[in-house]
């Protein structure tokens, strides 16, 4: 009887062992489950990082979107970083060339990498981009200041019921991660 | 070497009790010493949690900077959470597993003693740890109990001691959670059929199960914290790839199961005191098993109602916020059950009995504060303001902590074999349940005017309603120590009054525990018992 209970007990500790260690993988899974369902779904304005091609639409001239620029900085970053324009009203189906000003406060050289946002998230895959300083990292000398294009089409497949269209950039301080690297 | 065989065949053959001296607490495998220490270091760490919230409600006392700088102020709101979650009242109820689970089910001892003793130890080992953190420079955390990134990654010296801390307790509740589960399957005596378990007992083996599935994912995500910080990895890092919101869906996919491991044995202790002193059978035994299972399970599915203002599409919002209006269901199930037990019951009000009222009404105003915030438009409203730490404080002190005074009172003649002093338990229970309303019930209305939570300084059109919780919290805090001083003058049999073996009246008929002596002896149906009680069906 005794002999029984203990390897009852056994068998079930294990069990639950292998359940504990497949909960703290499924805690890791729920990272890439996380981005493919973003993917998906676009939620979380999350795009592509990667350039389209420049292929031609027929421009839809029956509506008019605006388009807003926005620029932040993380924490600290010892940047200067603003859009030149601040807003545009275009047609779905033109490309536009909106300029970025960026400028390194420091003495020292900086590895920076900007991270786009664009709201409404749903509204994130028609807003596609040919050339963007985001695409890589950029490096800025001492006090060196950089102006940069960003090159997008506005889809004429958005939906009627996006007016506005937010592309926000945050430029993150990377010099030491880089460094590491 | 004979000698030796011989005092071993002595061990083997007599029932022996417990060591001599101090050691007897550090070496023990007996589930009632464990219980024991996991009780008072529960009691301990209340009150030290207990002192950093008085530091909080001290500092909020008035408009302005009065005693502590800012960055103190926030380590103690992320501390004193953390401390009552993970060092008062999660370990005070595996302590009641670990006494009552036993004698409850008929059973001699834990499944696995030793690990049992391993557990404790981890846990006060983990506390340590994160306390330890209060002395570092930079301090403790400081970025709340959920330690969100990016803030929590500006932490000190302290992150990973505050990461490991959170391991260490991850790993010691999952110990626990496995031996409660391995007791209730393999360890139960003949008679008692699943369905026959008291409550307490069911409650607590759909905890084990929510930690066990919950606390490793936990686990999971402070190390991925840890990786961000130390090794480059970019799982919350936007620069890197990474996504702050990800933490957040991974934390509440822990979090919300965990605030029900608070309260799912709540509801088993309320069951099982309100049919004793209602004199009554509980009603609905089986709809109580099966909405506390419900619970549980819901509980895994509507997390992101933590985050609805994270700019999640419409219709995530609409799931989580139907979803979470789900769970009032089987909540209420309990609470009418509860209710029905007392109706046209034989009542009297001993102090356990009080709390346990009180618990019922004051849970469901906690309850009906969730009601209000799972509403997603008006969420809005009240997220990251005083109405959400009015909302989870009614359901955590006088729902969890009221239940687990009531859960003292009602054991400790058990425990001790002597009657706690009814009188000043009952002054107890009044003060503390004026002090309790008038310490969190204002800050409803702090919440509704906007007043965000995690603050040190406010504007001064909050001041009035700040005073007014701040005397409460003092009054509620300093009434503690009567508590302190009844379990301690009841252990010492202060009261002369000898406690019978049911202690109350016909409480025989609702739990094995009460066939036994009192106190108990030191080992327990070695033989199982064999007929078991079914008044609580």
Same mark, same amino acid.
């Not at chain 1, 909106?98 to 400028?103: D, H, L, S, T």
């Not at chain 1, 090159?151 to 590491?180: G, H, Q």
């Not at chain 2, 009150?47 to 502590?68: N, S």
């Given at each position: 009887?005794?002999?029984?209970?203990?390897?009852?007990?056994?068998?079930?500790?294990v069990?639950?062992?292998?359940?504990?260690?497949?909960?703290?993988?499924?805690?890791?899974?729920?990272?890439?489950?996380?981005?493919?369902?973003?993917?998906?779904?676009?939620?979380?304005?999350?795009?592509e990082?990667?350039?389209?091609?420049?292929?031609?639409?027929?421009?839809?001239?029956?509506?008019?979107?605006?388009?807003?620029?926005?620029?932040?900085?993380?924490?600290?970053?010892?940047?200067?970083?603003?859009p030149?324009?601040?807003?545009?009203?275009?047609?779905p189906?033109?490309?536009h060339?909106?300029?970025?000003?960026?400028?390194?406060?420091?003495?020292?050289?900086?590895?920076?990498?900007?991270?786009?946002?664009?709201?409404?998230?749903?509204?994130?895959?028609?807003?596609?981009?040919?050339?963007?300083?985001?695409?890589?990292?950029?490096?800025?000398?001492?006090?060196?200041?950089?102006?940069?294009?960003?090159r997008?089409?506005?889809?004429?497949?958005?939906?009627?019921?996006?007016?506005?269209?937010?592309?926000?950039?945050?430029?993150?301080d990377?010099?030491?991660?880089?460094?590491?690297? | 070497?004979?000698?030796?065989?011989?005092?071993?065949?002595?061990?083997?053959?007599?029932?022996?009790?417990?060591?001599?001296g101090?050691?007897?607490?550090?070496?023990?495998?007996?589930?009632?010493?464990?219980?024991?220490?996991?009780? %008072?270091?529960?009691?301990?760490?209340?009150?030290?949690?207990?002192?950093?919230?008085m530091?909080?409600?001290?500092?909020l006392f008035?408009?302005?900077?009065?005693?502590?700088?800012?960055?103190?102020?926030?380590?103690?709101?992320?501390?004193?959470?953390?401390?009552?979650?993970?060092?008062?009242?999660?370990?005070?109820?595996?302590?009641?597993?670990?006494?009552?689970i036993?004698m409850?089910?008929?059973?001699?001892?834990?499944?696995?003693?030793?690990?049992?003793?391993?557990?404790?130890?981890?846990?006060v080992?983990?506390?340590?740890?994160?306390?330890?953190?209060?002395?570092?420079?930079?301090?403790?955390?400081?970025?709340?109990?959920?330690?969100?990134?990016?803030?929590?990654?500006?932490?000190?010296?302290a992150?990973?001691?505050?990461?490991?801390?959170?391991?260490?307790?991850?790993?010691?509740?999952?110990?626990?959670?496995?031996?409660i589960?391995?007791?209730?399957?393999?360890?139960?005596?003949?008679?008692?059929t699943? %369905?026959?378990?008291?409550?307490?007992?069911?409650?607590?083996?759909?905890?084990?199960?929510?930690?066990?599935?919950?606390?490793?994912?936990?686990?999971?995500?402070?190390?991925?914290?840890?990786?961000?910080?130390?090794?480059?990895?970019?799982?919350?890092?936007?620069?890197?790839?990474?996504?702050?919101?990800?933490?957040?869906?991974?934390?509440?996919?822990?979090?919300?199961?965990?605030?029900?491991? %608070?309260?799912?044995?709540t509801?088993?202790?309320?069951?099982?005191?309100?049919?004793?002193?209602?004199?009554?059978?509980?009603?609905?035994?089986?709809?109580?098993?099966?909405?506390?299972?419900?619970?549980?399970?819901?509980?895994?599915?509507?997390?992101a109602?933590?985050m609805?203002?994270?700019?999640?599409?419409?219709?995530?919002?609409?799931?989580?916020?139907?979803?979470?209006?789900l769970?009032?269901?089987?909540?209420?199930?309990?609470?009418?059950?509860?209710?029905?037990t007392?109706?046209?019951?034989?009542?009297?009000?001993?102090?356990?009995?009080?709390?346990?009222?009180?618990?019922?009404?004051?849970?469901?105003?906690?309850?009906?504060?969730?009601? %209000?915030?799972?509403?997603?438009?008006?969420?809005?409203?009240?997220?990251?303001?005083?109405?959400?730490?009015?909302?989870f404080?009614?359901?955590?002190?006088?729902?969890?902590?009221?239940?687990?005074?009531?859960?003292?009172?009602y054991?400790?003649?058990?425990?001790?074999?002597?009657?706690?002093?009814?009188?000043?338990?009952?002054?107890?229970?009044?003060?503390?349940?004026?002090?309790?309303?008038?310490?969190?019930?204002?800050?409803?209305?702090?919440?509704?005017?906007?007043?965000?939570?995690?603050?040190?300084?406010?504007?001064?059109?909050?001041?009035?309603?700040?005073?007014?919780?701040?005397?409460?919290?003092?009054?509620?805090?300093?009434?503690?120590?009567?508590?302190?001083?009844?379990?301690?003058?009841?252990?010492?049999?202060?009261?002369?009054?000898?406690?019978?073996?049911?202690?109350w009246?016909?409480?025989?008929?609702?739990?094995?525990?009460w066939?036994l002596?009192?106190?108990?002896?030191?080992?327990?149906?070695?033989?199982?018992?064999?007929?078991?009680?079914?008044?609580?069906?």
């Amino acid at each position: 009887m005794k002999e029984n209970i203990t390897q009852k007990n056994t068998k079930l500790v294990v069990t639950l062992v292998f359940v504990v260690l497949g909960m703290f993988g499924f805690g890791y899974a729920l990272v890439p489950l996380y981005d493919v369902l973003c993917d998906i779904t676009g939620l979380n304005g999350k795009v592509e990082g990667a350039a389209v091609k420049e292929i031609s639409y027929e421009v839809d001239k029956s509506r008019e979107i605006t388009v807003e620029f926005m620029s932040a900085l993380n924490e600290s970053t010892p940047m200067v970083f603003r859009p030149e324009t601040k807003k545009l009203k275009i047609h779905p189906g033109e490309y536009h060339t909106v300029n970025f000003y960026a400028e390194n406060k420091t003495d020292k050289v900086m590895v920076a990498r900007a991270i786009p946002s664009i709201s409404p998230g749903p509204a994130a895959e028609y807003l596609q981009k040919i050339e963007c300083f985001c695409f890589s990292e950029q490096t800025f000398k001492a006090h060196e200041g950089k102006t940069m294009p960003v090159r997008f089409v506005v889809n004429p497949e958005l939906p009627e019921k996006y007016k506005t269209i937010t592309l926000a950039y945050t430029f993150f301080d990377n010099t030491e991660s880089s460094v590491k690297k | 070497m004979s000698a030796v065989v011989a005092e071993h065949e002595h061990d083997d053959h007599h029932d022996h009790g417990p060591q001599k001296g101090l050691l007897r607490w550090v070496i023990t495998t007996n589930h009632k010493d464990i219980g024991t220490l996991y009780l %008072m270091f529960a009691l301990a760490m209340f009150f030290v949690g207990g002192a950093m919230a008085m530091v909080i409600r001290a500092e909020l006392f008035e408009p302005g900077m009065q005693f502590v700088n800012p960055q103190f102020f926030n380590s103690m709101t992320t501390m004193h959470a953390l401390v009552m979650v993970f060092g008062a009242v999660m370990p005070a109820f595996v302590g009641l597993a670990n006494w009552m689970i036993p004698m409850m089910i008929g059973a001699p001892d834990m499944a696995l003693p030793r690990m049992n003793n391993m557990s404790f130890w981890m846990l006060v080992a983990g506390v340590l740890l994160l306390a330890s953190t209060l002395f570092m420079e930079g301090g403790a955390p400081a970025a709340g109990w959920t330690l969100y990134p990016p803030l929590v990654l500006q932490t000190g010296t302290a992150l990973p001691f505050a990461i490991f801390s959170v391991h260490l307790l991850g790993i010691s509740s999952i110990m626990g959670a496995i031996n409660i589960i391995a007791t209730i399957f393999n360890m139960r005596a003949p008679a008692m059929t699943l %369905m026959k378990m008291p409550l307490f007992v069911w409650t607590w083996l759909i905890t084990a199960f929510l930690l066990i599935a919950i606390m490793p994912v936990f686990a999971g995500a402070v190390t991925m914290l840890l990786t961000d910080r130390f090794f480059d990895t970019s799982f919350f890092d936007a620069a890197g790839g990474g996504d702050p919101v990800l933490y957040q869906h991974i934390f509440w996919f822990f979090g919300h199961p965990e605030v029900y491991v %608070m309260i799912l044995p709540t509801f088993g202790v309320a069951s099982t005191i309100i049919p004793v002193f209602a004199r009554k059978p509980l009603f609905g035994y089986s709809s109580m098993v099966y909405a506390t299972a419900s619970i549980a399970f819901l509980s895994f599915i509507v997390w992101a109602h933590h985050m609805f203002t994270v700019g999640m599409p419409v219709a995530g919002e609409l799931y989580f916020m139907y979803a979470t209006m789900l769970i009032a269901i089987p909540t209420g199930v309990k609470v009418f059950n509860w209710t029905a037990t007392m109706w046209k019951g034989s009542m009297t009000f001993e102090t356990p009995m009080l709390f346990s009222i009180a618990f019922v009404v004051l849970f469901t105003m906690g309850g009906f504060t969730g009601l %209000m915030m799972s509403i997603a438009p008006s969420d809005f409203q009240y997220h990251d303001t005083y109405f959400i730490v009015a909302h989870f404080h009614y359901t955590l002190v006088p729902a969890s902590v009221f239940i687990l005074m009531a859960a003292g009172y009602y054991w400790l003649p058990k425990w001790t074999g002597y009657m706690y002093n009814e009188r000043i338990g009952r002054l107890h229970f009044w003060i503390s349940v004026v002090s309790v309303n008038v310490l969190f019930f204002p800050q409803h209305f702090l919440g509704l005017a906007g007043m965000p939570r995690r603050i040190p300084d406010y504007a001064v059109q909050f001041a009035d309603w700040n005073m007014i919780s701040s005397i409460g919290g003092f009054i509620f805090g300093i009434s503690q120590l009567l508590f302190l001083w009844i379990v301690i003058d009841t252990i010492k049999g202060g009261t002369g009054i000898k406690a019978t073996d049911e202690v109350w009246e016909d409480a025989h008929k609702h739990g094995l525990e009460w066939t036994l002596p009192s106190p108990p002896p030191y080992h327990t149906f070695t033989t199982p018992p064999a007929t078991v009680p079914t008044e609580h069906i």
